[in-house]
């Protein structure tokens, strides 16, 4: 049985849909210990879940089977989220091929077989020699690996070392502990391995150490023999795989309605706790409330009171904060409200951008020219949004329409992730559909389900259907 370790504002929803798939929660926070009536457990995890610092949507870093798990429970479950994969593994050991200097950040470019990696030119010794063992030690959202040559092997109870030196956890605080350990490392410690003693070994007896230092040396020094007979670049110890996933609105929503198995929870709880600040205290506030037994309609009329005033109104200034599916975001400049409708639980916005520079419309491929200005029309909710080009004169240069997953409203502005595919259409009438093939591969990468390539799909047929007719 796997063991999932999980953290953030997602936890309930997440612990529930892996509980089902019977994994075994460890290290358990207070409030998911009473939510699943689960035991005190401590143990170690094969999987960790953790929120990303946007908390629009977790990180998760684990083992290859429990994260294959993991992936397919949000793929069967979550229609719209994106689910970015790291092709290498962190703390993965790899015999790597040097490929040149980068003089500018006095780095090597270091080539593993599934990344180009880059470590420090202090750590390379030889230059002349192109072939080098390395461990991924990269940082969330690093463009490139961050390698290094101090090659480490994690046990229960100690961490194997490159470098030569004996160190005790922080977290052991005993000082005659400390001491002893100290002592059985610097007696067990092979010559050309040093020895870290995690959490784990305090007060566990010698020859349960002694005997896992052992098999750590001989890991070791099977991967060394390993290096020198296979051809480069090669993966020579798998390490910890990493996902990146993306919870737009469809999947906040679903989360939503898992987290309500189990206990109250208001509607768009997700969204509104990625909101943050006021927002998120008064959701908080709000589902006490519930717990309370106060009416959910009483307590819904209170809560929107309390965070209108958080919003955007006509007149702000906005950002478009545009997502791509490899995860990088795009700010699209600040945008004017210029109109915002409240009407049967649908919100229209309509944004005006001023353009100061020249350049090029994308897919339009027509210029564009200082004065210019873009409306862009909005559905809060809706697969797609329309922006019209004018030039300084009002004159339509083109429409562009975006394809993108569900568009969100946060007090700081409009929120989405873009998929790929869009449509042009030119003041003379004609419409052209643009990097389809695009999404069909992320869908192919496992970036995407195939559930949403074949709603996109059914979107574009509508969005072209829509723009033939207001031709006409």
Same mark, same amino acid.
């Given at each position: 049985m796997a063991r999932a370790r999980v953290r953030g504002i997602y936890s309930t929803a997440l612990t529930k849909l892996l509980l089902d798939k019977n994994f075994e929660i460890v290290q358990p926070s207070t409030k998911i210990k009473e939510r699943?009536?689960?035991?005190?457990?401590?143990? $170690?995890?094969?999987?960790?879940?953790?929120?990303?610092? =946007?908390?629009?949507?977790?990180?998760?870093? &684990?083992?290859a089977e429990p994260m294959d798990i993991?992936?397919?429970?949000? !793929?069967?479950?979550?229609?719209?989220?994106?689910?970015? !994969?790291? %092709?290498? $593994?962190?703390?993965?050991?790899?015999? *790597?091929?040097?490929?040149?200097?980068?003089? %500018?950040?006095?780095?090597?470019?270091?080539?593993?077989?599934?990344?180009?990696?880059r470590i420090g030119r202090e750590e390379v010794a030889d230059l002349r020699s192109k072939q080098i063992? +390395?461990?991924?030690?990269?940082?969330?959202?690093? #463009?490139?690996?961050?390698?290094?040559? =101090?090659?480490?092997?994690?046990?229960?109870?100690a961490v194997l070392t490159a470098q030569h030196l004996v160190k005790v956890s922080k977290r052991i605080l005993d000082f005659k502990e400390r001491s002893r350990l100290l002592q059985l490392g610097e007696k067990l410690a092979p010559l050309n391995w040093g020895i870290i003693w995690r959490r784990t070994a305090a007060n566990q007896i010698a020859e349960v150490l002694e005997n896992e230092v052992s098999s750590l040396v001989?890991? *070791? @020094?099977?991967?060394?023999?390993?290096?020198?007979?296979?051809?480069?670049?090669a993966l020579l110890l798998e390490g910890s795989h990493l996902v990146n996933v993306e919870f737009p609105a469809l999947s906040k929503a679903e989360l939503d309605e898992i987290r309500r198995v189990v206990t109250p929870t208001m509607e768009r709880h997700h969204y509104y706790k990625a909101c943050e600040g006021k927002i998120s205290l008064a959701l908080e506030m709000a589902e #006490?409330?519930? @717990?309370?037994?106060? $009416?959910?309609?009483?307590?819904?009329?209170?809560?929107?009171?309390?965070?209108?005033?958080?919003?955007?109104?006509?007149?702000?200034?906005?950002?478009?904060?545009?997502?791509?599916?490899?995860?990088?975001?795009?700010?699209?400049?600040?945008?004017?409200?210029?109109?915002?409708?409240?009407?049967?639980?649908? +919100?229209?916005?309509?944004? !005006? !951008?001023?353009?100061?520079?020249? *350049?090029?419309?994308?897919?339009?491929?027509i210029p564009k020219e200082p004065d210019d200005y873009a409306v862009t029309e909005v559905k809060i909710g809706e697969w797609h949004f329309k922006t019209q080009y004018f030039s300084n004169h009002g004159q339509l240069k083109g429409t562009y329409v975006n394809l993108n997953t569900p568009v969100e409203l946060y007090?700081?502005?409009?929120?989405?992730?873009?998929?790929?595919?869009?449509?042009?259409?030119?003041?003379? &009438?004609?419409? @052209? $559909?643009?990097?389809?093939?695009?999404?069909? #591969?992320?869908?192919?990468?496992?970036?995407?389900?195939?559930?949403?390539?074949?709603?996109?799909? @059914?979107?574009?047929?509508?969005?072209? *259907?829509?723009?033939h007719a207001d031709k006409h």
């Amino acid at each position: 049985m796997a063991r999932a370790r999980v953290r953030g504002i997602y936890s309930t929803a997440l612990t529930k849909l892996l509980l089902d798939k019977n994994f075994e929660i460890v290290q358990p926070s207070t409030k998911i210990k009473e939510r699943f009536n689960l035991e005190e457990n401590q143990e $170690t995890s094969d999987l960790v879940i953790f929120d990303r610092r =946007n908390r629009q949507g977790v990180y998760a870093r &684990g083992k290859a089977e429990p994260m294959d798990i993991f992936c397919s429970i949000l !793929r069967s479950r979550l229609d719209d989220a994106i689910i970015r !994969r790291w %092709a290498f $593994t962190i703390d993965g050991i790899y015999k *790597g091929l040097v490929k040149q200097v980068d003089s %500018a950040t006095s780095s090597v470019l270091v080539d593993m077989g599934p990344a180009i990696g880059r470590i420090g030119r202090e750590e390379v010794a030889d230059l002349r020699s192109k072939q080098i063992v +390395v461990q991924a030690k990269t940082g969330l959202g690093s #463009k490139k690996p961050l390698l290094t040559t =101090n090659i480490t092997i994690p046990g229960k109870y100690a961490v194997l070392t490159a470098q030569h030196l004996v160190k005790v956890s922080k977290r052991i605080l005993d000082f005659k502990e400390r001491s002893r350990l100290l002592q059985l490392g610097e007696k067990l410690a092979p010559l050309n391995w040093g020895i870290i003693w995690r959490r784990t070994a305090a007060n566990q007896i010698a020859e349960v150490l002694e005997n896992e230092v052992s098999s750590l040396v001989k890991e *070791g @020094e099977n991967i060394l023999k390993k290096a020198e007979q296979v051809e480069v670049p090669a993966l020579l110890l798998e390490g910890s795989h990493l996902v990146n996933v993306e919870f737009p609105a469809l999947s906040k929503a679903e989360l939503d309605e898992i987290r309500r198995v189990v206990t109250p929870t208001m509607e768009r709880h997700h969204y509104y706790k990625a909101c943050e600040g006021k927002i998120s205290l008064a959701l908080e506030m709000a589902e #006490k409330l519930l @717990e309370k037994s106060y $009416t959910y309609k009483d307590v819904e009329e209170l809560f929107k009171q309390t965070v209108e005033r958080e919003y955007p109104t006509i007149e702000s200034q906005i950002e478009i904060e545009h997502v791509k599916l490899n995860g990088k975001v795009l700010h699209l400049g600040k945008a004017l409200i210029q109109n915002l409708d409240y009407n049967d639980s649908t +919100v229209s916005v309509q944004l !005006r !951008r001023n353009f100061m520079k020249k *350049g090029v419309y994308d897919g339009l491929k027509i210029p564009k020219e200082p004065d210019d200005y873009a409306v862009t029309e909005v559905k809060i909710g809706e697969w797609h949004f329309k922006t019209q080009y004018f030039s300084n004169h009002g004159q339509l240069k083109g429409t562009y329409v975006n394809l993108n997953t569900p568009v969100e409203l946060y007090p700081y502005g409009i929120r989405y992730v873009d998929l790929e595919v869009d449509v042009c259409m030119w003041p003379g &009438g004609k419409v @052209e $559909t643009l990097d389809e093939e695009k999404l069909e #591969k992320a869908m192919e990468e496992g970036l995407v389900s195939e559930k949403l390539l074949k709603i996109v799909r @059914e979107k574009l047929v509508e969005i072209i *259907g829509n723009l033939h007719a207001d031709k006409h």
